[in-house]
């Protein structure tokens, strides 16, 4: 049974940036893809980013170039650096893994 926990989220100013941090309980980093979501009041959950076992990454592309995918395989962490934040971006975001999810982190980007 794997854990996720997710920390990093807050709130930023447009422009700003934020980095995001996905924790599992074990070593499962390694053998499945890693997914970050999020999702908007009012709107479906959504994947934003991906990283697979093999270091390959996607983007969905609302965050192609303003963000980025990364893992720590001795820390069992996955990063999602996000910058140039928008409102846009406002949502919460989850850590995914095969069907295992995280509770989520409130990002909001405003003034």
């Known amino acids: 049974q794997a854990q996720l926990v997710e920390s990093g989220g807050g709130l930023v100013q447009p422009g700003g940036s934020l980095r995001l941090s996905c924790t599992a309980s074990g070593r499962i980093f390694s053998f499945y893809a890693v997914n970050w979501y999020r999702q908007a009041p009012g709107n479906e959950r959504g994947l934003v980013a991906t990283?697979?076992?093999?270091?390959?990454?996607y983007y969905a592309d609302s965050v192609k170039g303003r963000f980025t995918i990364s893992r720590d395989m001795a820390k069992n962490t996955v990063y999602l650096q996000m910058n140039s934040l928008k409102p846009s971006d406002t949502a919460v975001y989850y850590c995914?893994?095969?069907?295992?999810w995280g509770q989520g982190t409130q990002v909001t980007v405003s003034l």
């Open positions: 990283i697979r076992p093999g270091g390959s990454t």
């Open positions: 995914n893994v095969e069907h295992f």
